[in-house]
């Protein structure tokens, strides 16, 4: 009898034939069951909806209304299956990759800007110091029409952001608008490696330091650790406000090495998941920068993640007082996986724990002194008539003492204002128990 010719498979046969022998790979060699009937095992494949999903795919390629390729529909399917897992997994394009890459080194090519949108238009926030942007005299608040004859009305920020990035060297062109000049200023600039500083410090008053980190990059620790040094060039500190306000996290090593600043030993978090790999311990080091310098934590409902295990750190320590309004809770520890085609896959792995075993996830850290965010109003006539305001009255022997007005920064951080008084009062009541 003469043999038929083959009939081409239809697509979603002909995906189920590639997608079995891949999965297949990936099942362990065991031995034949010995039983008549094998049961099932957890590495078992999901035959049916293997089918399910290529038949599914066949009907969107036949009967969607407008033609779509083959990568874009499987791009979409590994975003879904990622997305469903939880908040924080996601599949990466490539330039979703490099933005996180960019983000969490704090370092890129560029010219040194922080943009917006304001009422739509592209407007510079502020020029980083010492980079392109600064030199070539861009101030905050221009709106730049313009990226190298681009115009900027129907641009997102991301293409924006975009757009001005690019390999050191290369020269790009901004057309600005300035209040207060009458024609669009053209500014040519050669891009360089910008480094995003996480990290900003300052002595609110004498001995009293204030430590502001945004994010966790790469360089944190080191940031921190170099800030503490310069503030305490002109004296000791008696006091320090570490603020983790609407920080988002970042990298964990990085919040183990901050922890690590004001911890002289103990550990900091540990992590657990269900692979071996991702059961990890991180303890502080004797090397400290401010191991008993009183110090005040500030968190709100967005300190999450590599914030938050530095304040959990700290709280179960009996390190540092937490103040402000409870933290974000997101406890869970993601891995970033470079893959093949230069895209990624950021997947959820551990669970992270405080040092006494407590876990954040969807619980937060709740501060030990709870205090709102507001600003302190100075109503009129709220000044009292004091003895040194009569006429005539008599002159102490002791040198007048000099009052100051409160600076602006505490009057509009009512919580910074708290904390900065809570520091005060600890140094007088460790004065008395000496």
Known sequence: MPSRPARPLSAPRRLLATLLPMALLALP????????QAEPTVDELPLEDIQTFAEVFERIKRAYVKEVDDSTLLRNAMRGMLSELDPHSAYLDNEEFQSLRESTEGEFGGIGIEVGLEEGRLTVITPIDDTPAARAGVQARDVILGIDDIPTERLSLQEAVTLMR??????????LQRRGEDAPIEVTLTREVIRTESVRSELLETGYGYLRVSQFQNRTGDQVNDAIRRMERDGPLQGLILDLRNNPGGVLQS?????DAFLEGGL???TEGRLPDTEMRFSASRET????????????????SAAEIVAGALQDQRRGIIMGTGSFGKGSVQQVMPLGNGEGLKLTTALYYTPNGRSIQALGIEPDVTVVRGRIEVTEGSRQLREADLEGHLQSSSEPRTTSEMPSQLREDYQLGEALNLLKALNVLERRER
């Open 268 to 270: 900091v978090v540990y």
């Open 166 to 175: 690019g390999e050191p060297g290369s020269e790009i062109q901004l057309t």
């Open 289 to 304: 920068a401010a191991p008993d310098v009183p110090l005040v934590v500030l968190i709100n409902g967005g300190s999450a």
């Open 29 to 36: 060699l065991v031995a034949p069951p010995t039983q008549a």
């Open 255 to 259: 919040a183990v090495a901050v922890a």
